[in-house]
């Protein structure tokens, strides 16, 4: 006669609550995930003070400023802010080494954006050093509104994190001009990393920490 496996009180509500937790999680992670996803398929774009492009290395900041330049043909605003200071490499034709910001820029002047309606900032290294950044820049010029222009996965954060510094923010995904350069499974991932990246902004207010490089 098969003798029954035993477990014991403790052990029987640890496992539960372990796989409860497990349940739980998943259902945070994907419930962020769909509120990610949802909300960046919306177009908030209005008319504002300024076009904020969001950098995200050559290729990511390339696809977000030609919306930007859309976007400022339409008439949405009369001045493009380029935003970021990691190292973007250049195409082998011009062999050259680009801030975010400055790619930004070169990319929006092709599409037909004068230089003297674009503005620089290449100081920051996160979305939060964007939206603080940024911010700073639009007091010294007496803005209060701005277009932010992202992937569409990344606008959910953004207009968090620019809200925080006290911006009224219009977000509008690049998606909307053009997918270039991004997979169905990069994006996949990128959704995922928004979802970090949003428990810990969180967590991180609630504790009252400094910015961090995110």
Request: aromatic fraction near 8%; hydrophobic fraction near 50%.
């Amino acid at each position: 006669m098969r003798q029954r496996l035993r477990i014991l009180p403790w052990r029987r509500w640890l496992l539960v609550a372990v796989v409860g937790s497990g349940v739980l999680g998943a259902v945070i992670v994907g419930g962020l995930a769909a509120i990610i996803v949802v909300y960046g398929q919306m177009d908030h774009a209005r008319e504002a003070d300024v076009i904020i492009v969001l950098g995200a290395g050559e290729v990511g900041t390339a696809r977000r400023a030609e919306h930007a330049a859309s976007l400022y043909q339409q008439g949405y605003a009369p001045y493009v802010l380029c935003t970021g200071v990691h190292v973007a490499t250049g195409t082998v034709q011009t062999a050259m080494k680009l801030t975010e910001a400055e790619w930004c820029a070169k990319t929006v002047q092709q599409h037909g954006v004068p230089a003297g309606a674009i503005v620089m900032e290449e100081h920051s290294l996160s979305t939060e050093e964007n939206a603080i950044e940024s911010a700073a820049i639009m007091r010294a010029r007496h803005w209060s509104s701005a277009v932010i222009v992202s992937d569409d996965f990344h606008l959910f954060r953004a207009k968090w994190l620019f809200e925080q510094q006290g911006v009224r923010v219009y977000p509008s995904p690049a998606q909307i001009t053009t997918n270039a350069g991004i997979t169905d499974q990069e994006k996949a991932i990128a959704v995922l990393r928004e979802v970090a990246a949003l428990v810990w902004q969180v967590g991180k207010s609630l504790l009252g920490l400094s910015y961090t490089h995110v």
